[in-house]
């Protein structure tokens, strides 16, 4: 039987297995390891709060595959007013919160694959049941990654993602 599995790597040539069709970052680009003891600051894996005054949410950015079944994921951090932020907190665990309207945040994560920043796209949080992170829509613009949210990427942009993120000393960020 021939393994269909993984693909070559046109970056290092090695064999890898296939690429991961979501990412996740750890924190918003604004936090800093020292932020963790100021008492007025908190990471969570889904919640972070800088200085009392920056409200973050962690939520999925999903993009349609065009030549197979699911969609690509981003785990990317959206800002948040105050406001948002404590209701987002008040309906945490409250059966129905999907049915909450869209709240605009900024988006605050670098996805170093676009060419251009992503940090302070706007977007909208669309909440989601409990337990399912919110979905990030980004605003229709003409960034590189509002497309590919609106129209799809393909399977092979997925592996130039993939070369791009496991070796990034070989695939520097466009323009350095």
């Known amino acids: 039987m021939h393994d269909t599995l993984g693909y070559t790597c ?11 069709l979501s990412y996740r970052t750890p924190a918003p680009v604004y936090w800093s390891d020292e932020l963790a003891a100021d008492a007025d600051s908190e990471l969570t894996p889904d ?9 973050f949410i962690q939520g999925n950015l999903d993009i ?8 690509f994921s981003w785990g990317v951090w959206v800002s948040l007013s105050g406001a948002n932020f404590g209701r987002t907190v008040e309906l945490w665990e409250s059966p ?19 060419g251009a920043t992503t940090v302070n796209l ?8 409990v337990g399912i992170r919110p979905l990030i829509e980004v605003e229709p613009t003409d960034h590189p ?10 399977t092979a942009d997925v592996r130039r993602i993939a070369e791009r993120l496991l070796h990034p000393e070989r695939n520097p960020e466009p323009g350095r």
């Open 145 to 154: 990654l509002a497309v590919a949210q609106r129209t799809g990427m393909t």
């Open 47 to 55: 919640l972070c709060v800088i200085h009392g005054e920056h409200f």
């Open 122 to 129: 706007k977007t909208h949080v669309h909440t989601r049941p």
């Open 64 to 71: 349609p595959l065009l030549d197979a079944e699911g969609h």
């Open 96 to 114: 129905g919160r999907e049915a909450e309207p869209p709240y605009f945040g900024w988006l605050s994560t670098e996805l170093p694959v676009y």
């Open 10 to 20: 046109g970056t290092c040539g090695d064999r890898h297995d296939e690429p991961p």
